[in-house]
């Protein structure tokens, strides 16, 4: 039990951090950006190529799997995403899935469609096993090493949007626009460098979850319910909201296929049916906060 509720976790996290830039863009930007996943598969495909084929360090490939998506996003922000800014929220679906979709077609074309596989370093192999009995609690050295990181990333994160000037300037961007050009605020870099950290910290987290989801062309399209899943659940209008929703839903995916393996995904999406039946606007939104 313990260990299913440790690997619940871990994958929650995984899935926090996956998650967690297409809940800045939709909740603080006003943004449905659908191709978010494509920018995490960009991070994994980084990592592995540069492992397989340059021999580059497992942890050296990390900060890089963050710095490429992060670049290709604020390129893509300055031409692409920006004019849709102001444009109809169907317009920016359509937009988004149709980048998905060339996306894939040009993984699938040039890399091909196998499955990657990822070789971690050794320590972070193996497993550590605690007590004994329906109790034992048995972690595995690389989940363990994903809560770290994600839980480092959260508290860096959250204390950027809370504490730092820049996060006071992106409230206030998002808030009034006009108002906040008066201030002297640059809006548009504001909202290129917080779609450059979402667009990384996606490729972060494919960078991460390369060896427990698997890594193919179809990453975006196959995941992409669950990055929306923990945006609808969590609610937009802060970071606690996706990663506690993100928590609750890798618990209950890996509980429900462990206990009940022919039900398979079902629980996860009839576990966010009720909760949005019961809080349509999400678990965690604040009174007065942006829907």
Same mark, same amino acid.
């Given at each position: 039990?313990?260990?299913? /509720?440790?690997?619940?976790?871990?994958?929650?996290?995984?899935?926090?951090?996956?998650?967690?830039?297409?809940?800045?863009?939709?909740?603080?930007?006003?943004?449905?950006?659908?191709?978010?996943?494509?920018?995490?598969?960009?991070?994994?495909?980084?990592?592995?190529?540069?492992?397989?084929?340059?021999?580059?360090?497992?942890?050296?490939?990390?900060?890089?799997?963050?710095?490429?998506?992060?670049?290709?996003?604020?390129?893509?922000?300055?031409?692409?995403?920006?004019?849709?800014?102001?444009?109809?929220?169907?317009?920016?679906?359509?937009?988004?899935?149709?980048?998905?979709?060339?996306?894939?077609?040009?993984?699938?074309?040039?890399?091909?469609?196998?499955?990657?596989?990822?070789?971690?370093?050794?320590?972070?192999?193996?497993?550590?096993?605690?007590?004994?009995?329906?109790?034992?609690?048995?972690?595995?050295?690389?989940? /363990?090493?994903?809560?770290?990181?994600?839980?480092?990333?959260?508290?860096?994160?959250?204390?950027?949007?809370?504490?730092?000037?820049?996060?006071?300037?992106?409230?206030?961007?998002?808030?009034?626009?006009?108002?906040?050009?008066?201030?002297?605020?640059?809006?548009?870099?504001?909202?290129?460098?917080?779609?450059?950290?979402?667009?990384?910290?996606?490729?972060?987290?494919?960078?991460?979850?390369?060896?427990?989801?698997?890594?193919?062309?179809?990453?975006?399209?196959?995941?992409?319910?669950?990055?929306?899943?923990?945006?609808?659940?969590?609610?937009?209008?802060?970071?606690?909201?996706?990663?506690?929703?993100?928590?609750? /839903?890798?618990?209950?995916?890996?509980?429900?296929?462990?206990?009940?393996?022919?039900?398979?995904?079902?629980?996860?999406?009839?576990?966010?049916?009720?909760? /949005?039946?019961?809080?349509?606007?999400?678990?965690?939104?604040?009174?007065?906060?942006?829907?």
């Amino acid at each position: 039990m313990l260990t299913i /509720l440790f690997d619940g976790i871990a994958y929650g996290m995984l899935l926090f951090v996956l998650a967690v830039g297409l809940a800045v863009t939709m909740g603080l930007m006003n943004f449905i950006n659908l191709a978010h996943g494509a920018f995490a598969m960009a991070g994994g495909y980084v990592t592995v190529l540069l492992m397989q084929h340059a021999g580059v360090p497992f942890l050296v490939c990390l900060p890089i799997a963050f710095v490429i998506p992060a670049l290709i996003g604020a390129v893509l922000e300055r031409t692409l995403y920006r004019p849709l800014y102001n444009k109809p929220h169907l317009d920016q679906v359509l937009f988004s899935i149709g980048l998905t979709f060339m996306a894939v077609a040009a993984v699938d074309f040039f890399v091909g469609s196998t499955q990657q596989i990822i070789q971690l370093p050794e320590w972070l192999k193996g497993r550590t096993e605690i007590g004994s009995g329906d109790w034992i609690l048995g972690m595995g050295h690389y989940r /363990l090493f994903i809560i770290a990181v994600c839980a480092a990333l959260t508290v860096a994160l959250q204390f950027v949007l809370a504490k730092t000037r820049f996060g006071s300037r992106l409230r206030a961007s998002v808030d009034d626009q006009r108002v906040a050009a008066g201030l002297g605020i640059n809006v548009n870099i504001v909202f290129l460098s917080t779609f450059a950290v979402g667009s990384g910290l996606a490729g972060l987290g494919g960078a991460l979850g390369a060896e427990v989801l698997g890594l193919d062309p179809s990453f975006p399209l196959k995941f992409m319910i669950y990055f929306l899943i923990v945006v609808a659940v969590g609610g937009t209008s802060s970071i606690t909201g996706p990663l506690l929703a993100a928590l609750l /839903l890798g618990v209950a995916d890996v509980a429900g296929k462990y206990y009940i393996p022919k039900m398979g995904a079902f629980i996860v999406y009839t576990l966010m049916i009720v909760i /949005l039946i019961w809080r349509p606007q999400g678990l965690f939104v604040r009174s007065g906060g942006k829907t």
